[in-house]
């Protein structure tokens, strides 16, 4: 193994201890100061002239941003695990800055719907337990909102109404196993009463999720008799 002086701390060391740098022909050779004097020396570097540094940088912005998001694409693949370490660090150390995270990925999510539903779906398979959880905790929520927006409707009260349109869902006319959706959403203070209850299939109610459409035809108060018509 061929060995080397360093000319800053004097110490004969492997070359492997010593930066290869670049001459301007494409040949190189190693530095004449060790590897860890030259982080020493560049820590200095960057003390003794960090206003110097500083302006450089802010110079240099736009070209900066272009090379970085250049290194990012490039690299996106190998560094997928710190770079989602880092955006993770940065969104919980910037909470001014999390209604623009959110509305970007609202906007992301918009655009790619089927990519977002592969994420999506991908996610819940790698994360069971933790999904099992969110969606445990969101139905909690979802029944303390509707204790908390009031009202109830009976058995009785939904065949009634399900009767009346045909056994048919609302949306497709399927004449399928319904359920009972809320009109006004619960989410947006919607109440329980079966004045505020159509007949939906499973899958045009999950399509609906927390919007506020009304598919019954008007009047359809006056189908309804005067006891099973709570509120
Ligand atoms: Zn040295
Ligand atoms: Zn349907």
Redo the contacts with the bound molecule.
Sequence with gaps: MREKKCTMCGEVKPEGCFYWQKRKNGSKYRRAICKSCYSLKSKKYRVDNLDKINEYNLKNRDNRLVESRKYYQAHKVENAESNRQRANDWYRNNPENREIVKQRSRDWQKNNRERSRLQHLDWQNRNRERYRKTQVAAEARRRAKKRGNGGEYTAEQFDHVCEYYGG???????K?K?AADHVVPIAKGGHSYISNIQP??????SSKRDKHQDHRPAGWGNAFPRRLLTA
């Excluded at 939906?200 to 109610?205: E, H, P, Q, R, V």
């Design positions: 048919m869902c609302l949306v497709c006319g399927r399928i319904l939906l299939c499973k899958s045009c109610n």
